[in-house]
């Protein structure tokens, strides 16, 4: 009987265990992990730097977008974006570029941004 109580015991703190690590947010032994929250793409408006380069590329195309500023080596700020949209030229921007519209993660877009405001922008082809 006192093996069995200790058996008992056992099990019951065993189940209070999992159910002490799952309200904690840790998964219970032998529970499947999740899978990875999807990756919500957005549009981000990108100046590029060369307006003819922009003139090259379609929707769908994958282009990996370069920063180079003055100071310092080119980096890669996004890598296989996906072309959603290439607006039709503007008039009178002169040397300002030309806009080109991706499709990336929200972070992609924010890193976008800021290397915008800094840095001349450049892609090129995948």
Known sequence: MSAGLAVAAAAALAVG???????????????????????????????????????????????????AERAGPPRVVAVAARVAEVPPPERDIGDGGALVVLSVPRETARALVGAGASARLAVTLC
């Open 17 to 67: 265990g999992a159910q002490a690590q799952a309200s904690r947010g840790a998964a219970p032994p032998g529970a499947r992990p999740q899978p990875p929250a999807a990756v919500r793409l957005v549009s981000a408006p990108v100046r590029i730097a060369d307006g003819a380069t922009v003139r090259l590329l379609r929707p769908g195309d994958r282009v990996d977008v370069v920063a």
